[in-house]
């Protein structure tokens, strides 16, 4: 663990992400205490004001300015990221979850449950990820329920591929036949031999995929599919800031800096992981 | 050969099966389209007819049959809003999607590689350092907020550039660029990584043991190797782009089959939703076989196989 820290620390990239990451996160957590305007509260006579820096810290301040409702963007992107990010990371929990556990039994079990599963990937990536997603939260609904399930559906074969390879060669080891010898069951071996030796893996595409899907996310939300209003949703924002863009160029900057700075530093994040761990997954992707 | 060919095509074939099967019941879960067609305020009799006449009021797994067995003649029924077939309906916006998407790939592609290249032998330079910046920007960019930052800038404050529709080569220049920013950043991050992976082999050394040609070893030993994931990489974003980019034709007012399909799911138009994603599956799997086949030229060893 004390290893695993220091070489962050001396790598500029990744320490760059991890502080990133934890500044947004705690932003998100904070965002009632930080003293920043109501995010949904609209006031008409401070419409689409542009952003000022002089009286930063005064009550009426809006930094990046504000949208056609008068409300303040930099509150609206702060709250938009608690919705964000909770979304991004409960479907990168749940595709996690299906995807590793489906990827150490088709691994493990070979044979016609591994070619079904194979088979149902292959099926699915027949599909565009943007499609499959638009098609299903219609059928669906929008709702914020949905939208996990929607994104999980999008990243479970990514996990479900990768561990299912690494199973593969993993279930050949001393260590696997020796728990076969002394009698262990097949969910015992499963759950204790295999699982904790795939969760590096995942964890490393969990990171790289919550880029993903914050981008997907935001994508949803632009065609109007994502978080419902009043709820702020970056996404959201853009698509009704497009309406201003040659009045208020500030409505539709600032919610797309927020997504690039969430992504990239998850990214780097991710790929110094990656790199930490196991380089070999660089061309698995 | 033959026979390897013969298991990808049983593959697609089933692969396609499986998504006719998927976008019909998903579909059917939409809502009823009858409701939407009917003027408001009709009879439940009137909405019973125009259901009938739509084939709705049969079972759903005859519905289901009856449908598989169109699709197996090419057939996906008329469209519920326009009273055309659907696949012309498609069709039709198929050849500004492939316009759009050839020029992203091409641009992004020739892009891409040439900065992957330069970071992989420039390794540790200020050049390295500015591509990988840049790449993993544009990795970190979506493409509906580029696209819109383009506008911006191009259209709405020089007004150099139309803000959106299709047409001209005017018209072309902004979605074009918009998606081989995000084409380039991907390959380029893909083949330095690759290339950096194949410049340790010990083939390349032996290779320039015997005194080859810095720039032969590059080619012949390097470059032809480190391709071969980025030609997946190609193939995977060329589908998708073929696919239509559903948010980047938003975006910018594109015609193309990605705005259709959106407007389908909108309208609940069934057989349009139909056509258009067996035909964009259809296009993803033949991509991905022309992949396959390109791995033999570029690794005999797979042919072999």
Same mark, same amino acid.
Request: glycine residues 16%; without cysteine.
């Given at each position: 663990m004390k290893s695993f820290f220091l070489a962050l620390i001396k790598s500029r990239a990744g320490l760059f992400g991890f502080l990133l990451v934890l500044v947004f996160v705690l932003a998100a957590l904070f965002a009632p205490y *930080?003293?920043? #305007?109501? #995010?949904t509260r609209s006031n008409l006579v401070a419409r689409m004001a542009a952003p000022t820096w002089?009286? *930063?810290?005064? #009550?009426?301040?809006?930094p990046l300015g504000t949208d056609e409702l008068g409300r303040d963007i930099l509150s609206r992107i702060v709250h938009g990221s608690r919705i964000t990010l909770a979304i991004a990371a409960a479907s990168v929990i749940l595709g996690g979850i299906v995807g590793t556990l489906l990827g150490i039994v088709a691994g493990y079990y070979r044979g016609v449950v591994d070619r079904v599963l194979m088979r149902v990937v292959d099926i699915q990536l027949a599909l565009p990820l943007m499609l499959l997603a638009l098609l299903v939260v219609a059928a669906l609904g929008p709702s914020t329920r949905n939208l996990i399930i929607v994104l999980a559906l999008t990243s479970w074969l990514r996990y479900a591929r990768i561990i299912r390879g690494q199973v593969l060669a993993l279930r050949e080891r001393e260590f696997i036949l020796s728990a076969h010898a002394i009698g262990a069951g097949t969910w015992r071996i499963m759950l204790k031999h295999l699982l904790p030796n795939v969760m590096t893996p995942a964890l490393v595409i969990a990171t790289l995929e919550l880029a993903r899907i914050i981008i997907m996310d935001a994508a949803l939300s632009f065609l109007g599919l994502g978080v419902q209003p009043p709820n702020p949703s970056w996404g959201r924002m853009l698509a009704d800031g497009r309406v201003y863009i040659s009045t208020a160029w500030w409505i539709v900057t600032f919610p797309g800096v927020a997504i690039v700075l969430t992504v990239l530093s998850v990214n780097l994040l991710g790929d110094w992981l990656r790199d930490y761990f196991d380089p070999k997954l660089r061309t698995m992707r | 050969m033959s026979r390897y060919l013969l298991g990808k095509l049983g593959e697609s074939a089933l692969a396609i099966w499986g998504v006719v099967t998927i976008v019909f019941f998903v579909s059917r879960v939409l809502g009823d389209p009858a409701v939407l067609l009917v003027p408001v305020g009709a009879s439940q009799q009137d909405i019973d007819t125009i259901r009938a006449s739509l084939g709705l009021d049969r079972p759903i797994l005859e519905q289901y049959v009856v449908s598989l067995v169109s699709t197996l003649r090419g057939d996906f029924g008329m469209s519920f809003q326009q009273g055309r077939p659907a696949m012309d309906i498609v069709l039709e916006r198929m050849p500004d999607t492939a316009l759009l998407a050839g020029t992203a790939l091409l641009f992004g592609s020739i892009i891409g590689a040439v900065c992957g290249a330069i970071a992989a032998l420039k390794r540790g330079t200020v050049s390295e350092f500015i591509v990988m910046v840049a790449a993993l920007l544009g990795q970190a960019t979506p493409v509906f907020w580029l696209g819109i930052m383009l506008i911006l800038i191009f259209?709405?404050? &020089?007004?150099? &550039?139309?803000?959106g529709g299709a047409g001209t080569w005017a018209h072309l220049i902004l979605p074009g660029l918009t998606l081989s920013v995000f084409v380039s950043a991907s390959i380029a991050r893909l083949l330095r990584s690759s290339l950096l992976d194949i410049m340790r082999e010990d083939y390349v050394r032996t290779a320039r043991a015997k005194g080859l040609l810095p720039r032969t070893v590059f080619f012949w030993h390097i470059a032809r190797n480190a391709l071969i994931p980025v030609v997946t990489m190609i193939g995977i974003i060329a589908g998708e782009l073929l696919g239509g980019s559903v948010v980047i034709e938003t975006v910018f007012a594109w015609p193309g089959v990605g705005r259709v399909i959106m407007q389908a799911i909108q309208s609940q138009d069934f057989p349009v939703i139909q056509a258009g994603v067996a035909l964009i599956a259809a296009i993803f799997i033949v991509v991905n076989l022309l992949v396959d086949l390109l791995y033999g030229v570029l690794d005999p060893r797979i042919r072999r196989r």
């Open positions: *930080l003293g920043l #305007p109501s #995010p002089t009286g *930063l810290f005064s #009550p009426g301040a809006h | 259209s709405v404050d &020089l007004g150099w &550039l139309p803000t």
